[in-house]
DNA sequence: TTGCTCCTCACGTCACGTGAGGTGGC
DNA sequence: TTGCTCCTCACGTCACGTGAGGTGGC
Protein backbone atom coordinates (compact mmCIF):
# COMPACT_ATOMS: atom_id res chain seq x y z
CA UNK A 1 0.00 0.00 0.00
CA UNK A 2 0.82 3.61 0.70
CA UNK A 3 2.75 2.85 4.01
CA UNK A 4 6.21 3.34 2.80
CA UNK A 5 7.57 5.59 0.19
CA UNK A 6 10.02 5.73 -1.63
CA UNK A 7 12.94 8.39 -1.27
CA UNK A 8 11.70 9.87 -4.83
CA UNK A 9 8.60 10.24 -3.41
CA UNK A 10 9.10 11.39 -0.18
CA UNK A 11 11.25 14.09 -1.63
CA UNK A 12 8.57 15.23 -4.06
CA UNK A 13 6.00 15.17 -1.63
CA UNK A 14 8.01 17.29 1.02
CA UNK A 15 10.43 19.23 -1.18
CA UNK A 16 13.16 18.37 -0.04
CA UNK A 17 16.06 16.98 -2.73
CA UNK A 18 16.96 13.54 -2.42
CA UNK A 19 20.72 13.96 -2.15
CA UNK A 20 19.86 16.31 1.08
CA UNK A 21 17.87 13.50 2.74
CA UNK A 22 20.90 10.69 1.79
CA UNK A 23 23.32 13.50 3.65
CA UNK A 24 20.60 14.30 6.68
CA UNK A 25 20.34 10.21 6.75
CA UNK A 26 24.31 10.05 6.79
CA UNK A 27 25.11 12.49 9.94
CA UNK A 28 22.22 10.71 11.76
CA UNK A 29 20.33 13.83 11.98
CA UNK A 30 16.84 12.01 10.21
CA UNK A 31 16.64 8.35 8.47
CA UNK A 32 14.08 6.34 7.01
CA UNK A 33 11.64 4.25 9.12
CA UNK A 34 13.18 1.24 7.29
CA UNK A 35 15.89 0.14 4.76
CA UNK A 36 15.51 -2.55 2.43
CA UNK A 37 17.76 -5.51 3.35
CA UNK A 38 18.70 -6.84 0.07
CA UNK A 39 19.02 -3.74 -1.88
CA UNK A 40 19.71 -0.88 0.96
CA UNK A 41 16.73 1.28 -0.77
CA UNK A 42 15.59 3.84 2.07
CA UNK A 43 11.76 3.91 2.68
CA UNK A 44 10.07 6.35 4.70
CA UNK A 45 6.33 6.80 6.75
CA UNK A 46 4.03 9.19 6.06
CA UNK A 47 4.19 10.37 9.56
CA UNK A 48 7.75 11.51 9.20
CA UNK A 49 6.59 14.17 6.73
CA UNK A 50 5.48 15.88 9.62
CA UNK A 51 8.80 15.28 11.40
CA UNK A 52 10.75 16.40 7.84
CA UNK A 53 8.60 19.58 7.59
CA UNK A 54 9.79 20.62 11.30
CA UNK A 55 13.55 20.22 10.46
CA UNK A 56 13.27 21.99 7.11
CA UNK A 57 11.84 24.90 9.03
CA UNK A 58 14.44 24.91 11.65
CA UNK A 59 17.17 23.84 8.87
CA UNK A 60 15.82 27.08 6.78
CA UNK A 61 16.30 28.94 10.15
CA UNK A 62 20.12 28.83 9.28
CA UNK A 63 20.45 26.49 12.91
CA UNK A 64 23.17 24.04 12.73
CA UNK A 65 21.92 20.46 11.66
CA UNK A 66 24.20 19.43 15.00
CA UNK A 67 21.98 21.49 16.92
CA UNK A 68 18.40 20.15 15.52
CA UNK A 69 20.57 16.49 15.78
CA UNK A 70 21.19 16.66 18.99
CA UNK A 71 17.63 18.05 19.98
CA UNK A 72 16.17 15.53 17.58
CA UNK A 73 17.85 12.54 19.83
CA UNK A 74 17.19 13.60 22.92
CA UNK A 75 13.68 14.78 22.05
CA UNK A 76 11.29 15.80 24.94
CA UNK A 77 8.49 19.08 24.76
CA UNK A 78 10.88 21.10 27.25
CA UNK A 79 14.13 20.71 25.14
CA UNK A 80 12.07 21.91 22.11
CA UNK A 81 10.54 24.74 23.32
CA UNK A 82 14.26 25.79 24.92
CA UNK A 83 15.39 25.31 21.59
CA UNK A 84 12.40 27.35 20.17
CA UNK A 85 12.96 29.92 23.16
CA UNK A 86 16.06 30.63 21.81
CA UNK A 87 15.60 30.59 17.90
CA UNK A 88 12.92 33.35 18.55
CA UNK A 89 15.54 35.32 19.99
CA UNK A 90 18.00 34.92 17.20
CA UNK A 91 15.41 35.54 14.83
CA UNK A 92 14.31 38.68 16.16
CA UNK A 93 17.78 39.42 16.11
CA UNK A 94 18.09 38.49 12.70
CA UNK A 95 15.30 40.32 11.50
CA UNK A 96 16.62 43.99 13.14
CA UNK A 97 20.42 43.02 11.41
CA UNK A 98 18.57 42.77 7.89
CA UNK A 99 16.23 45.68 8.40
CA UNK A 100 19.29 47.80 9.13
CA UNK A 101 21.25 46.54 6.13
CA UNK A 102 18.13 47.08 3.83
CA UNK A 103 18.42 51.15 4.89
CA UNK A 104 21.94 51.04 4.65
CA UNK A 105 21.67 49.81 1.25
CA UNK A 106 18.59 51.64 0.37
CA UNK A 107 20.09 55.27 2.04
CA UNK A 108 22.94 54.54 -0.43
CA UNK A 109 20.82 54.04 -3.14
CA UNK A 110 19.24 57.84 -2.88
CA UNK A 111 22.43 59.12 -2.71
CA UNK A 112 23.78 57.49 -6.15
CA UNK A 113 20.44 58.56 -7.49
CA UNK A 114 20.67 62.29 -6.27
CA UNK A 115 24.25 62.06 -7.81
CA UNK A 116 23.11 61.00 -11.86
CA UNK A 117 20.23 63.89 -10.85
CA UNK A 118 23.01 66.51 -10.45
CA UNK A 119 23.98 68.95 -12.82
CA UNK A 120 27.63 69.08 -10.57
CA UNK A 121 28.23 73.05 -11.91
CA UNK A 122 25.37 74.58 -10.94
CA UNK A 123 24.54 75.83 -7.27
CA UNK A 124 21.11 76.65 -6.39
CA UNK A 125 18.25 76.45 -3.36
CA UNK A 126 16.09 73.95 -2.42
CA UNK A 127 13.56 73.08 -0.26
CA UNK A 128 15.12 69.78 1.58
CA UNK A 129 12.97 67.49 3.82
CA UNK A 130 14.62 66.82 8.13
CA UNK A 131 17.68 64.47 7.65
CA UNK A 132 19.59 62.48 10.53
CA UNK A 133 22.83 62.04 11.04
CA UNK A 134 25.24 60.92 13.95
CA UNK A 135 27.76 63.09 14.73
CA UNK A 136 31.44 62.05 15.17
CA UNK A 137 33.73 63.67 17.86
CA UNK A 138 36.03 66.67 16.47
CA UNK A 139 38.64 66.20 14.41
CA UNK A 140 42.05 67.57 15.12
CA UNK A 141 44.07 68.09 11.69
CA UNK A 142 47.12 69.19 12.08
CA UNK A 143 48.58 71.70 9.76
CA UNK A 144 49.09 70.42 6.17
CA UNK A 145 47.37 67.33 7.46
CA UNK A 146 45.49 65.66 5.03
CA UNK A 147 42.09 63.69 6.38
CA UNK A 148 43.94 60.32 6.38
CA UNK A 149 44.82 60.33 10.43
CA UNK A 150 41.43 62.34 11.65
CA UNK A 151 39.38 60.10 9.36
CA UNK A 152 41.11 56.83 10.56
CA UNK A 153 40.64 58.12 14.46
CA UNK A 154 36.87 58.71 12.99
CA UNK A 155 36.46 54.68 12.42
CA UNK A 156 38.74 53.51 15.16
CA UNK A 157 36.25 55.73 17.76
CA UNK A 158 33.24 54.23 16.10
CA UNK A 159 32.64 51.36 17.41
CA UNK A 160 32.90 52.59 21.03
CA UNK A 161 30.41 55.60 20.00
CA UNK A 162 28.12 53.05 18.57
CA UNK A 163 28.52 54.94 15.65
CA UNK A 164 27.59 52.84 12.31
CA UNK A 165 30.03 52.84 9.65
CA UNK A 166 27.86 51.00 7.19
CA UNK A 167 26.43 54.41 5.98
CA UNK A 168 27.42 56.35 4.09
CA UNK A 169 30.25 58.95 5.83
CA UNK A 170 30.61 62.81 5.86
CA UNK A 171 32.30 66.24 7.08
CA UNK A 172 30.42 68.62 8.80
CA UNK A 173 31.83 72.11 9.41
CA UNK A 174 30.62 74.08 12.38
CA UNK A 175 29.89 77.44 9.95
CA UNK A 176 30.57 78.62 6.38
CA UNK A 177 33.51 80.57 7.15
CA UNK A 178 35.47 77.30 8.45
CA UNK A 179 34.25 75.51 5.41
CA UNK A 180 35.68 78.92 3.42
CA UNK A 181 39.29 78.44 5.11
CA UNK A 182 39.41 74.43 4.81
CA UNK A 183 36.89 72.63 2.42
CA UNK A 184 38.96 69.58 3.08
CA UNK A 185 39.23 69.65 6.70
CA UNK A 186 35.46 69.21 8.37
CA UNK A 187 35.83 69.42 12.32
CA UNK A 188 33.60 66.55 12.62
CA UNK A 189 32.83 63.28 10.79
CA UNK A 190 29.35 61.84 10.29
CA UNK A 191 27.41 58.63 9.51
CA UNK A 192 24.47 59.26 7.43
CA UNK A 193 22.75 57.18 10.03
CA UNK A 194 18.82 57.53 10.03
CA UNK A 195 18.74 56.31 13.36
CA UNK A 196 20.84 59.21 14.02
CA UNK A 197 20.35 62.20 16.67
CA UNK A 198 21.33 65.41 15.43
CA UNK A 199 18.73 66.52 13.16
CA UNK A 200 18.72 68.81 10.18
CA UNK A 201 15.56 70.59 10.18
CA UNK A 202 13.74 71.38 6.54
CA UNK A 203 13.93 74.26 5.06
CA UNK A 204 16.06 76.55 2.30
CA UNK A 205 19.61 74.93 1.71
CA UNK A 206 22.27 75.94 -0.80
CA UNK A 207 23.39 72.71 -2.63
CA UNK A 208 26.37 72.97 -4.67
CA UNK A 209 28.41 69.74 -6.49
CA UNK A 210 31.70 69.09 -6.73
CA UNK A 211 33.96 66.78 -8.66
CA UNK A 212 37.19 65.54 -7.18
CA UNK A 213 38.76 63.37 -5.06
CA UNK A 214 37.95 63.30 -1.77
CA UNK A 215 38.47 66.66 0.31
CA UNK A 216 39.07 68.21 -3.11
CA UNK A 217 36.67 71.10 -3.89
CA UNK A 218 38.38 73.24 -6.67
CA UNK A 219 37.02 76.49 -6.12
CA UNK A 220 33.70 75.82 -4.57
CA UNK A 221 33.86 77.42 -1.41
CA UNK A 222 34.66 80.84 -3.33
CA UNK A 223 31.55 79.83 -6.25
CA UNK A 224 29.40 79.39 -3.05
CA UNK A 225 30.22 82.65 -1.33
CA UNK A 226 29.61 84.54 -4.74
CA UNK A 227 26.21 82.53 -5.24
CA UNK A 228 25.11 83.82 -1.62
CA UNK A 229 26.06 87.30 -2.00
CA UNK A 230 24.55 87.22 -5.63
CA UNK A 231 21.05 86.04 -4.53
CA UNK A 232 21.03 88.00 -1.20
CA UNK A 233 21.31 84.51 1.16
CA UNK A 234 22.42 84.68 4.43
CA UNK A 235 24.13 81.39 5.58
CA UNK A 236 23.08 80.06 8.46
CA UNK A 237 24.62 77.11 10.82
CA UNK A 238 26.74 74.08 10.02
CA UNK A 239 28.04 73.15 6.23
CA UNK A 240 27.64 69.43 5.17
CA UNK A 241 29.31 67.61 3.06
CA UNK A 242 28.22 64.19 1.76
CA UNK A 243 29.99 62.01 -1.42
CA UNK A 244 26.81 61.17 -3.54
CA UNK A 245 29.48 58.78 -6.14
CA UNK A 246 32.54 57.95 -4.18
CA UNK A 247 35.01 54.29 -4.72
CA UNK A 248 32.08 52.44 -4.36
CA UNK A 249 30.31 53.27 -7.49
CA UNK A 250 32.87 55.38 -9.43
CA UNK A 251 36.71 54.19 -10.72
CA UNK A 252 38.05 57.19 -11.60
CA UNK A 253 38.70 59.51 -8.33
CA UNK A 254 38.64 62.63 -10.02
CA UNK A 255 34.78 61.65 -10.86
CA UNK A 256 33.98 61.10 -7.31
CA UNK A 257 30.74 63.52 -7.00
CA UNK A 258 30.43 65.55 -3.89
CA UNK A 259 27.43 67.36 -2.78
CA UNK A 260 27.51 70.50 -0.06
CA UNK A 261 24.65 72.25 1.35
CA UNK A 262 24.48 74.35 4.24
CA UNK A 263 20.95 76.06 5.44
CA UNK A 264 19.99 79.59 3.99
CA UNK A 265 17.52 82.22 4.32
CA UNK A 266 16.73 85.65 2.11
CA UNK A 267 18.51 88.55 3.32
CA UNK A 268 15.57 91.18 3.68
CA UNK B 1 52.46 58.85 8.70
CA UNK B 2 48.78 56.82 8.71
CA UNK B 3 48.53 56.82 5.19
CA UNK B 4 48.79 52.96 4.90
CA UNK B 5 47.54 50.63 7.17
CA UNK B 6 48.93 47.18 7.88
CA UNK B 7 46.18 44.29 7.67
CA UNK B 8 45.94 43.71 11.33
CA UNK B 9 45.12 47.72 12.03
CA UNK B 10 42.87 47.59 8.69
CA UNK B 11 41.39 44.30 10.18
CA UNK B 12 40.60 46.42 13.53
CA UNK B 13 39.18 49.26 12.25
CA UNK B 14 36.80 47.62 9.62
CA UNK B 15 36.09 44.37 12.11
CA UNK B 16 37.23 42.30 8.84
CA UNK B 17 39.68 39.40 9.89
CA UNK B 18 42.86 39.29 8.38
CA UNK B 19 42.12 35.86 7.03
CA UNK B 20 38.58 37.36 5.46
CA UNK B 21 40.51 39.95 3.68
CA UNK B 22 43.44 37.39 2.77
CA UNK B 23 40.86 35.42 1.03
CA UNK B 24 38.82 38.22 -0.66
CA UNK B 25 42.18 39.53 -1.76
CA UNK B 26 43.15 36.05 -2.87
CA UNK B 27 39.77 36.21 -4.96
CA UNK B 28 40.00 39.21 -6.37
CA UNK B 29 37.19 41.16 -4.59
CA UNK B 30 39.17 43.38 -2.40
CA UNK B 31 42.57 43.89 -2.70
CA UNK B 32 44.99 46.42 -0.43
CA UNK B 33 46.12 49.31 -2.13
CA UNK B 34 49.40 48.62 -2.15
CA UNK B 35 51.69 45.44 -1.66
CA UNK B 36 55.97 45.74 -0.04
CA UNK B 37 57.90 44.36 -3.02
CA UNK B 38 60.43 42.66 -0.42
CA UNK B 39 58.34 40.61 1.97
CA UNK B 40 54.93 40.61 0.26
CA UNK B 41 53.27 43.02 3.05
CA UNK B 42 49.59 44.14 2.16
CA UNK B 43 48.69 47.69 3.00
CA UNK B 44 45.54 49.75 2.99
CA UNK B 45 44.44 53.25 2.45
CA UNK B 46 41.97 54.58 4.92
CA UNK B 47 39.27 55.55 2.02
CA UNK B 48 39.55 51.61 1.52
CA UNK B 49 37.52 51.29 4.72
CA UNK B 50 34.58 52.79 2.80
CA UNK B 51 34.71 50.24 0.10
CA UNK B 52 35.25 47.74 2.24
CA UNK B 53 31.96 48.73 4.67
CA UNK B 54 30.39 48.29 1.55
CA UNK B 55 31.49 45.09 0.51
CA UNK B 56 30.70 43.45 4.28
CA UNK B 57 26.85 45.11 3.97
CA UNK B 58 26.09 43.23 0.69
CA UNK B 59 27.96 39.94 1.69
CA UNK B 60 26.04 40.45 4.86
CA UNK B 61 23.14 40.32 3.03
CA UNK B 62 24.34 36.91 1.81
CA UNK B 63 24.92 37.93 -1.80
CA UNK B 64 27.94 35.82 -3.37
CA UNK B 65 30.95 37.52 -3.27
CA UNK B 66 31.00 36.52 -7.23
CA UNK B 67 28.16 38.79 -7.95
CA UNK B 68 29.84 41.51 -5.60
CA UNK B 69 33.32 40.76 -7.41
CA UNK B 70 31.38 41.52 -10.73
CA UNK B 71 30.34 44.76 -10.00
CA UNK B 72 33.46 45.93 -7.93
CA UNK B 73 35.19 45.57 -10.97
CA UNK B 74 32.50 47.17 -13.82
CA UNK B 75 31.87 50.23 -11.21
CA UNK B 76 29.39 52.47 -12.34
CA UNK B 77 25.99 54.06 -10.60
CA UNK B 78 24.09 52.04 -12.43
CA UNK B 79 24.99 48.97 -12.60
CA UNK B 80 25.33 49.26 -8.50
CA UNK B 81 21.57 51.09 -8.36
CA UNK B 82 20.44 48.16 -10.60
CA UNK B 83 22.50 45.13 -7.50
CA UNK B 84 20.91 47.48 -5.19
CA UNK B 85 17.17 47.21 -6.40
CA UNK B 86 17.52 43.51 -6.86
CA UNK B 87 18.93 43.09 -2.98
CA UNK B 88 16.00 45.46 -1.72
CA UNK B 89 13.30 42.97 -3.59
CA UNK B 90 15.19 39.41 -2.35
CA UNK B 91 15.83 41.21 1.01
CA UNK B 92 12.18 41.55 1.21
CA UNK B 93 11.19 38.03 0.10
CA UNK B 94 13.74 36.89 2.78
CA UNK B 95 12.47 38.97 5.56
CA UNK B 96 8.61 37.89 4.84
CA UNK B 97 10.41 34.02 4.96
CA UNK B 98 11.68 34.74 8.43
CA UNK B 99 8.35 35.85 10.00
CA UNK B 100 6.75 33.10 8.18
CA UNK B 101 8.97 30.83 9.66
CA UNK B 102 8.91 32.61 13.15
CA UNK B 103 5.39 32.29 13.06
CA UNK B 104 5.51 28.38 12.57
CA UNK B 105 7.87 28.05 15.23
CA UNK B 106 5.82 30.24 17.42
CA UNK B 107 2.41 28.50 16.68
CA UNK B 108 4.57 24.97 17.49
CA UNK B 109 5.76 26.27 20.92
CA UNK B 110 1.93 27.43 22.04
CA UNK B 111 0.91 23.95 21.10
CA UNK B 112 3.88 22.01 23.22
CA UNK B 113 3.22 24.43 25.94
CA UNK B 114 -0.79 23.31 25.69
CA UNK B 115 0.30 19.98 26.09
CA UNK B 116 2.37 20.37 29.14
CA UNK B 117 -0.23 22.35 30.93
CA UNK B 118 -3.37 19.83 30.03
CA UNK B 119 -4.54 17.13 32.48
CA UNK B 120 -5.22 14.20 29.50
CA UNK B 121 -7.84 12.94 31.47
CA UNK B 122 -10.20 15.17 31.70
CA UNK B 123 -12.52 17.04 30.07
CA UNK B 124 -13.63 20.63 30.67
CA UNK B 125 -15.81 23.67 28.59
CA UNK B 126 -13.13 26.75 28.14
CA UNK B 127 -13.83 29.81 26.75
CA UNK B 128 -11.32 30.26 23.76
CA UNK B 129 -10.39 32.84 21.16
CA UNK B 130 -10.81 32.93 17.69
CA UNK B 131 -8.93 30.23 15.46
CA UNK B 132 -8.34 30.10 12.56
CA UNK B 133 -6.79 27.29 10.44
CA UNK B 134 -6.62 26.30 6.01
CA UNK B 135 -9.16 23.02 5.63
CA UNK B 136 -7.53 20.89 2.75
CA UNK B 137 -9.84 19.39 0.40
CA UNK B 138 -12.32 16.10 1.05
CA UNK B 139 -10.12 13.02 2.30
CA UNK B 140 -11.82 9.12 0.67
CA UNK B 141 -11.14 6.82 3.27
CA UNK B 142 -11.76 3.53 2.27
CA UNK B 143 -13.18 0.76 4.53
CA UNK B 144 -10.83 0.09 7.02
CA UNK B 145 -8.34 1.95 5.38
CA UNK B 146 -5.57 3.63 8.13
CA UNK B 147 -4.59 6.91 7.58
CA UNK B 148 -1.85 6.86 5.46
CA UNK B 149 -3.00 7.47 1.98
CA UNK B 150 -5.37 9.84 2.93
CA UNK B 151 -3.05 12.04 4.51
CA UNK B 152 -0.07 11.81 2.13
CA UNK B 153 -2.87 12.87 -0.55
CA UNK B 154 -3.57 16.02 1.78
CA UNK B 155 0.33 16.27 1.08
CA UNK B 156 0.56 15.95 -2.51
CA UNK B 157 -1.99 18.35 -3.16
CA UNK B 158 -1.14 21.00 -0.41
CA UNK B 159 1.28 23.11 -2.99
CA UNK B 160 -1.14 23.33 -5.64
CA UNK B 161 -3.65 24.23 -3.02
CA UNK B 162 -1.00 26.42 -1.70
CA UNK B 163 -1.17 25.23 2.05
CA UNK B 164 1.73 25.02 4.26
CA UNK B 165 2.53 22.10 5.52
CA UNK B 166 5.09 23.67 7.97
CA UNK B 167 2.50 24.61 10.43
CA UNK B 168 1.33 21.46 12.94
CA UNK B 169 -1.61 19.55 10.80
CA UNK B 170 -4.83 18.69 12.19
CA UNK B 171 -8.22 16.59 11.83
CA UNK B 172 -11.22 17.82 10.83
CA UNK B 173 -14.90 15.72 11.12
CA UNK B 174 -18.24 17.71 10.07
CA UNK B 175 -19.72 16.65 13.00
CA UNK B 176 -19.70 14.89 16.34
CA UNK B 177 -21.55 11.96 14.85
CA UNK B 178 -18.83 11.67 11.89
CA UNK B 179 -15.93 12.28 14.71
CA UNK B 180 -17.95 9.67 17.17
CA UNK B 181 -18.49 7.01 14.19
CA UNK B 182 -14.60 7.27 13.45
CA UNK B 183 -12.30 9.41 15.35
CA UNK B 184 -9.24 8.64 13.59
CA UNK B 185 -10.79 8.89 9.99
CA UNK B 186 -11.20 12.92 9.61
CA UNK B 187 -13.47 14.49 6.89
CA UNK B 188 -10.58 17.12 6.52
CA UNK B 189 -6.89 17.28 7.08
CA UNK B 190 -6.14 21.13 8.21
CA UNK B 191 -3.22 23.04 8.43
CA UNK B 192 -2.77 25.44 11.59
CA UNK B 193 -2.08 28.22 8.96
CA UNK B 194 -2.73 31.65 11.21
CA UNK B 195 -3.05 33.71 7.51
CA UNK B 196 -5.89 31.25 6.83
CA UNK B 197 -9.62 31.07 5.76
CA UNK B 198 -11.15 29.01 8.01
CA UNK B 199 -12.41 30.78 11.05
CA UNK B 200 -13.24 29.03 14.20
CA UNK B 201 -15.36 31.71 16.32
CA UNK B 202 -14.29 33.02 19.81
CA UNK B 203 -16.92 31.10 22.18
CA UNK B 204 -17.05 27.75 25.11
CA UNK B 205 -15.54 25.15 23.40
CA UNK B 206 -15.25 21.44 24.90
CA UNK B 207 -12.25 20.45 25.01
CA UNK B 208 -11.10 16.60 25.69
CA UNK B 209 -7.47 15.24 25.35
CA UNK B 210 -5.98 11.50 24.56
CA UNK B 211 -2.42 9.75 24.69
CA UNK B 212 -1.74 7.82 21.95
CA UNK B 213 -0.74 7.30 18.18
CA UNK B 214 -1.99 9.44 15.67
CA UNK B 215 -5.86 8.26 14.93
CA UNK B 216 -5.92 6.19 18.23
CA UNK B 217 -8.25 7.44 20.54
CA UNK B 218 -9.37 4.81 22.60
CA UNK B 219 -12.83 5.61 24.70
CA UNK B 220 -12.11 9.56 24.02
CA UNK B 221 -15.64 9.66 21.31
CA UNK B 222 -17.69 7.77 24.30
CA UNK B 223 -15.98 9.86 27.05
CA UNK B 224 -16.91 13.34 25.22
CA UNK B 225 -20.52 11.85 24.24
CA UNK B 226 -21.59 10.92 27.96
CA UNK B 227 -19.37 14.41 29.67
CA UNK B 228 -21.85 16.57 27.26
CA UNK B 229 -24.72 14.19 28.17
CA UNK B 230 -23.94 15.31 31.64
CA UNK B 231 -23.65 19.05 31.17
CA UNK B 232 -26.39 19.44 29.83
CA UNK B 233 -24.35 20.81 26.96
CA UNK B 234 -25.50 21.49 22.96
CA UNK B 235 -23.02 19.66 20.78
CA UNK B 236 -22.48 21.87 17.26
CA UNK B 237 -20.77 21.79 14.25
CA UNK B 238 -17.19 20.85 13.61
CA UNK B 239 -14.41 18.27 15.44
CA UNK B 240 -10.95 19.99 15.29
CA UNK B 241 -8.16 17.16 16.80
CA UNK B 242 -5.07 18.67 16.77
CA UNK B 243 -1.52 16.89 18.05
CA UNK B 244 -0.27 19.45 20.80
CA UNK B 245 2.94 16.72 21.64
CA UNK B 246 3.40 14.32 18.48
CA UNK B 247 6.61 12.31 17.05
CA UNK B 248 8.13 16.11 16.61
CA UNK B 249 8.78 16.67 20.61
CA UNK B 250 7.80 12.65 22.53
CA UNK B 251 9.87 9.54 21.37
CA UNK B 252 7.49 7.03 22.44
CA UNK B 253 4.11 6.94 20.07
CA UNK B 254 1.74 6.47 22.87
CA UNK B 255 2.72 9.84 24.48
CA UNK B 256 1.57 11.51 22.06
CA UNK B 257 -1.05 13.88 22.97
CA UNK B 258 -4.47 14.78 20.84
CA UNK B 259 -6.42 17.82 21.74
CA UNK B 260 -10.14 17.38 20.52
CA UNK B 261 -12.65 20.18 20.49
CA UNK B 262 -16.06 21.32 19.53
CA UNK B 263 -18.58 24.13 19.63
CA UNK B 264 -20.64 23.64 22.76
CA UNK B 265 -23.76 25.74 24.54
CA UNK B 266 -25.85 24.80 27.35
CA UNK B 267 -28.89 22.86 27.14
CA UNK B 268 -32.19 25.22 28.08
C1' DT C 1 69.12 36.56 19.99
C1' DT C 2 64.19 37.31 20.92
C1' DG C 3 59.68 38.77 19.82
C1' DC C 4 56.52 40.45 16.65
C1' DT C 5 54.03 40.89 12.41
C1' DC C 6 53.27 39.21 8.32
C1' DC C 7 53.63 35.77 4.52
C1' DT C 8 52.24 31.32 1.71
C1' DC C 9 50.47 26.80 1.48
C1' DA C 10 47.76 23.07 2.80
C1' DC C 11 44.08 21.13 4.98
C1' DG C 12 39.55 21.29 7.63
C1' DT C 13 34.53 22.68 7.92
C1' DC C 14 29.63 22.93 6.71
C1' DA C 15 25.72 21.44 3.93
C1' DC C 16 25.08 19.85 0.45
C1' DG C 17 25.34 19.05 -5.37
C1' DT C 18 27.17 16.26 -9.00
C1' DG C 19 28.71 12.65 -11.48
C1' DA C 20 30.74 7.71 -11.91
C1' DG C 21 30.02 3.13 -11.66
C1' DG C 22 27.13 -0.57 -10.02
C1' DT C 23 22.76 -3.25 -8.39
C1' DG C 24 17.92 -5.30 -8.49
C1' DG C 25 13.30 -6.05 -10.20
C1' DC C 26 10.06 -5.49 -14.18
C1' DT D 1 17.92 -7.00 -23.07
C1' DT D 2 16.36 -2.35 -21.82
C1' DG D 3 14.95 1.13 -18.74
C1' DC D 4 14.22 2.64 -14.27
C1' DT D 5 15.13 3.55 -9.48
C1' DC D 6 18.09 3.36 -6.16
C1' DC D 7 22.72 2.61 -4.04
C1' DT D 8 27.75 4.01 -2.47
C1' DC D 9 31.84 6.58 -3.02
C1' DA D 10 34.53 10.31 -4.35
C1' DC D 11 35.16 14.81 -5.51
C1' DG D 12 33.58 19.79 -6.09
C1' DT D 13 31.73 24.22 -4.05
C1' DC D 14 31.49 28.29 -1.09
C1' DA D 15 33.54 31.36 2.33
C1' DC D 16 36.25 31.18 5.12
C1' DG D 17 39.18 29.28 9.84
C1' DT D 18 43.29 27.10 11.45
C1' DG D 19 47.71 25.68 11.94
C1' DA D 20 52.60 24.77 10.01
C1' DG D 21 56.70 26.54 8.63
C1' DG D 22 59.23 30.57 7.16
C1' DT D 23 60.65 35.73 6.55
C1' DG D 24 62.10 40.63 7.78
C1' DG D 25 62.95 44.58 10.74
C1' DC D 26 63.59 46.23 15.58
Request: charged share 25%.
Amino acid sequence: MKEFLSIKEFSKISGIESSTLRYWDEIGLFSPARRDLTNNYRYYTPPQLIAVNFITVLSNLNIPLKTISSIENERNPESIMDLIDQQEYLLDMEMRRLRESYTTIHTRRELIKQGLKADSTKISVINMPERVVVLGPKTSFKKDEPFYRPFVDFCNNAKDLRINLNYPIGGFHEDFEMFFQAPGKPNHFFSLDPTGNRILPAGEYMVAYSRGYYGEFGDLHERMAKYAKENDLLIKGEVYTIYLHDEICVKNPSQYLAQVFVAVSKEK
